[in-house]
């Protein structure tokens, strides 16, 4: 790729994120900081600034752009928020969320993923970021509170386990449907001891599936 058609791409792939109402200028720049190219396949090389959700490894997907800065900006990020993502995949969207945090605690299924998202970040200098295998149905209560939870899976429910993670003034983000279709993002805040819940809009995530991935 030419360094002139590079630079148009991502300047297209900003207009595009604009055009779709994503207005938060610190979301819009960590979108243009983090290099998209950097998390996709290298068959996939010449898609990375396309607004589109792409293959990665173990039949999973990188998100679509739009998708990864509408949640990011739905999550109302304060720079000394610790976010709990639960699936890592690429490791993409955790490293948007790095940007603008000041600790992000990735959860991942499938050992892989988790092994290459890790290794990618550290090679990118992403130092506030820890990548865990686990399963999002079952997060450990000694990881302690979360002041942000971004679930990038779809799930049937919010889990009790994962809500009981949310700290106070909270914000968690799930998409909420069946596995297969066009499921509801959610958005819960705590506030006062109280769950508000807002739907927002219909997305397509690949499923979140319970225990850790068997094959790898
Ligand atoms: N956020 C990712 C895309 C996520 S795709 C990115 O930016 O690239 C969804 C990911 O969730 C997949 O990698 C899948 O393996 C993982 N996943 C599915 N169920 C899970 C679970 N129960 N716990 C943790 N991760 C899960």
Not at 22 to 30: F, M, N, R
Not at 76 to 103: C, F, H, K, M, N
Not at 123 to 138: I, P, T
Not at 145 to 156: C, K, L, S, Y
Request: neutral net charge.
């Amino acid at each position: 790729m030419s360094p002139d058609f590079a630079q148009t791409e991502r300047m297209m792939f900003q207009l595009s994120l604009r055009r779709r109402g994503i207005s938060d200028q610190a979301v819009l720049k960590a979108m243009d900081d983090v290099p998209r190219d950097q998390f996709v396949r290298s068959s996939d090389l010449s898609q990375a600034w396309r607004d589109t959700a792409l293959g990665i490894a173990c039949g999973q997907t990188i998100s679509q752009p739009f998708v990864v800065a509408y949640m990011t900006e739905q999550l109302q990020l304060r720079s000394s928020d610790r976010v709990l993502e639960i699936g890592t995949g690429s490791g993409y969207q955790a490293a948007i969320l790095a940007r603008l945090v000041r600790s992000v605690l990735s959860i991942e299924r499938f050992k892989l993923l988790a092994d290459s998202a890790r290794a990618r970040l550290e090679k990118l200098e992403f130092h506030n970021v820890e990548v865990m295998v686990g399963d999002g149905y079952a997060v450990p209560p000694n990881l302690g509170e979360f002041d942000r939870i971004i679930v990038t899976a779809a799930m049937p429910e919010i889990p009790a386990s994962l809500r009981a993670r949310l700290g106070e003034g909270g914000i968690l983000i799930a998409p909420i449907g069946p596995a297969a279709g066009t499921q509801k993002l959610v958005r819960v805040t705590r506030s006062g001891g109280r769950d508000i819940s807002k739907e927002l809009l219909d997305v397509r995530f690949v499923p979140a599936l319970s225990g850790l991935a068997r094959e790898l």
